[in-house]
């Protein structure tokens, strides 16, 4: 179990409570109509008045429920309550428990035990106090039970019901994958398409990327979702799992994903799932925290280190169940393009670390050396990813390097030829496709292709190009407090701090020329007006 001892929560966002049980049953009870309430299709075999691919969450104090003796202990039983996954919370300021919880199946018996794994959060380092949710599978009841230090504390806790709901389209999932969100994707898959997505899509990746499934195609609910924030370099790949049991169809996966999504959000009150990529047992990969496959987007899911890494969890228990060979190969081979994709070309080694955040494996103020590619374990005091996947990190870098090595390099090499991350910095957005260009933006430079090779070019706008603007055409030299750049396009400035783009006016003021950027406030004031008209207008 991870962090018994140490309380942790993600304060930077806001708590949004779930809905409690009693007010659940009152609003049933005067007729007012619940948003799972109004769904018709495709209801949860657990709770059919859950449908659609909704999620509920019911709040269920478990001082309220009866003790049962089961085994010679005492264990909380929610007798009548149907779920397919469950969390628990408990005060904050107090130690974390040891929780496990086990659900009734539709046959009669009672399932395997499946201990609740602490939850991780972004930066913070204050406690959340509450679990992971994990998948039980349909269940009709659940028993829960806690303990710190040998006595029973399950009092003091209180259980968080999710009930999912699986989509027709739930079954079909595996042919909508792929390397991008495309617009038919998102305009047949996603039911909410009415809500504004409050983080940027991923766009068609470059060549190497795997196969994944994307938040409209799992229908992630983007209502749920607020802003989340990126780095400017990546330094690792974290492994996960996310526990629970292991028992659940290829069809159900995309609904523990949004099961996951909900949780993480309105219960922990995050800002999105937790884990930038989740693979299920079969080898299906689903997009995470949105913001962009292709950005170093922060997680919340290694406390202290989740700045520069990619969290990937795979679903299910791996404590003592061996890492499925489809599952394995495609972690290695996520692991293989993120870190390709950011010039990195090496899966072993070892990064350094500044420790900032307490509560985790490693003293503040200290300075680490963790491996590339590194298990939850590594820095948290958890079991995390299972002692089975850990077993499997040899087999996992190396097949990853043999993807890595295998892999599309040409805008590594011109990277390399352009004079590495000493003159273009390191990856902000990796290899995506942006108008007519395969683009890699770096801190300090870019990485083009059209049809042909690859080119590097050092540009102080990296940051802010756009495809509208063309490749650079020059350097960019300073002028007094101003710096300046053409492009093939217009001329790049930085002025008191904001960059402007602009575009030539006269035919004989192309964007390489010297006061161009005058030249056009004077038409834009209407102080000139040029020669002719039109496009053959001239200075």
Not at 190 to 202: E, F, G, I, M
Not at 211 to 229: C, I, K, N
Not at 381 to 388: M, S
């Amino acid at each position: 179990m991870s962090q018994r001892h140490r309380p942790h929560a993600d304060l930077d966002r806001s708590r949004t409570p779930g809905l409690s049980r009693r007010a659940l049953l009152t609003a049933t009870a005067v007729g007012v109509p619940t948003a799972a309430a109004l769904a018709t299709a495709a209801p949860a075999l657990a709770d059919p008045s859950v449908t659609d691919g909704q999620t509920r969450i019911v709040e269920v104090p478990l001082a309220e429920a009866p003790l049962v003796e089961v085994d010679g202990a005492r264990v909380r039983e929610l007798a009548e309550q149907p779920a397919t996954m469950i969390g628990v919370t408990w005060p904050e300021g107090t130690d974390a428990p040891a929780v496990s919880a086990r659900g009734r199946a539709e046959d009669g018996s009672w399932t395997e035990w499946t201990e609740l794994e602490v939850a991780e959060d972004p930066e913070s380092g204050t406690s959340a106090a509450a679990t992971e949710v994990a998948w039980l599978g349909v269940v009709s009841a659940l028993q829960i039970r806690a303990e710190l230090d040998g006595g029973d504390v399950s009092a003091d806790l209180t259980a968080h019901v999710v009930t999912t709901s699986p989509l027709d389209s739930d079954d079909q999932v595996r042919q909508l994958t792929g390397p991008s969100a495309t617009r038919t994707q998102s305009q047949q898959m996603s039911a909410r398409a009415a809500v504004p997505a409050a983080n940027p899509a991923t766009p068609a990746l470059g060549p190497g990327a795997p196969a994944f499934v994307t938040r409209a195609a799992w229908r992630a609910d983007e209502s749920l979702v607020r802003g989340t924030s990126a780095k400017n370099a990546l330094k690792a790949v974290v492994l996960h799992h996310t526990a629970g049991t292991n028992n659940y169809s290829s069809s159900q996966s995309a609904q523990i994903v949004r099961g996951i999504l909900t949780y993480h959000t309105t219960t922990l009150g995050w800002a999105d799932l937790g884990y930038n990529v989740l693979v299920d047992k079969y080898g299906q990969i689903f997009e995470g925290r949105s913001g962009g496959l292709h950005r170093n987007i922060t997680g919340a899911h290694s406390l202290g280190f989740n700045s520069g890494s990619f969290g990937i969890s795979v679903m299910g228990n791996y404590s003592s169940t061996s890492l499925p060979s489809a599952a394995r190969t495609a972690v290695a081979r996520l692991v293989a393009w993120k870190l390709l994709s950011t010039f990195q070309t090496s899966v072993g080694g070892d990064v350094s670390w500044q420790v900032t955040t307490s509560g985790t494996r490693h003293t503040v103020g200290s300075t680490v050396s963790l491996p590339r590619m590194m298990g939850h374990r590594d820095v948290n005091f958890t079991e995390c990813p299972g002692a089975r996947i850990y077993s499997q990190f040899g087999n996992i870098r190396s097949e990853a390097q043999r993807y890595l090595d295998s892999g599309g390099k040409e805008h590594l090499w011109a990277f390399q030829g352009a004079g590495g991350a000493a003159t273009l910095g390191t990856v902000v957005r990796s290899n995506h496709r942006t108008g007519k260009y395969s683009a890699t933006i770096l801190t300090k430079g870019l990485v083009l292709q059209e049809s042909g090779a690859a080119s590097g070019y050092a540009t102080p706008f990296a940051p802010q190009w756009s495809s509208s603007w063309g490749r650079p055409a020059a350097s960019a030299p300073k002028d007094g407090d101003r710096q300046i750049q053409p492009f093939q396009h217009g001329t790049a400035a930085l002025e008191s701090g904001k960059v402007r783009f602009v575009a030539p006016t006269f035919r004989d003021v192309p964007p390489w020329r010297v006061f161009l950027v005058e030249i056009e406030d004077l038409f834009a004031a209407g102080v000139t007006q040029g020669w002719e008209g039109g496009s053959n207008r001239t200075f």
